[in-house]
């Protein structure tokens, strides 16, 4: 069962903050996040365990609510590097049925 | 080293050839992926080797075959392929299921 994303895309002038949510109608054990710029592979950028756990380095962190099944990345002053499409992958056991979210795409604009 | 490699980069076959897809990896990582991307979509799961035995088919055609000869490399056999199996070929590798992935960049497959 895929994860919701939201939003579908946002525009950000440089040095703006924005957030992209990840939501399953599921209980959730894992969640990961991944970048990808076009024409690239997906890269991996953080990954939450169920525990509400909250991750992050510099001007990207990651939350994880339980009780909502929800994980939230936070991305803090973007830069242009930033660009590209976030996806959220989810598992609802260990191992099993390793699941991509549809996808933000994020533009950040000079 | 921190590579996943994937060969050929580009690949066009005709619906009756029979060509595979290689990826390798010396991280050390025992769970291994491939997945199928189109355009403006997401990766979705096609297979999982873990300890080099076949942990997940996600009901994929047989006209895809999986191998893992060995910890480190994985292929993909391709036979009878359809024109809407054309899409870029990920493959990617963990230490463990559940870690994180390693994506390499991909074999991109047009079907003819």
């Known amino acids: 069962q895929q994860p919701v994303q939201s939003p579908q895309a946002v525009i950000l002038r440089e040095g703006e903050d924005a957030v992209i949510n990840c939501s399953s109608s599921?209980?959730?054990?894992?969640v990961h996040w991944y970048r990808q710029k076009h024409g690239e592979a997906p890269v991996f950028l953080m990954i939450l365990l169920k525990g509400g756990e909250q991750k992050g380095h510099e001007k990207i962190s990651a939350s994880f609510n339980e009780k909502k099944q929800q994980s939230s990345l936070y991305l803090t002053a973007s830069q242009l590097s930033y660009s590209g499409t976030y996806f959220c992958g989810t598992e609802y056991n260990y191992g099993q049925n390793f699941v991509f979210g549809p996808g933000t795409r994020l533009s950040v604009l000079p | 080293d921190t590579e996943v490699t994937q060969t050929p980069k580009h690949l066009v076959m005709g619906m009756t050839n029979k060509k595979s897809l290689k990826c390798e990896q010396h991280?050390?990582?025992?769970?291994m992926y491939w997945y199928k991307q189109k355009a403006k979509k997401p990766p979705e799961l096609m297979f999982v080797y873990s300890y080099e035995k076949l942990s997940i088919n996600e009901s994929v055609p047989s006209r895809f075959s999986p191998e893992c000869p060995n910890s480190s490399l994985l292929n993909l056999h391709l036979h009878a392929l359809q024109p809407e199996d054309s899409a870029l070929y990920l493959c990617a590798s963990s230490s463990d299921r559940t870690y994180e992935q390693y994506f390499g960049p991909g074999t991109r497959l047009t079907v003819t």
């Open positions: 991280m050390g990582h025992r769970a």
């Open positions: 599921k209980a959730l054990y894992s």
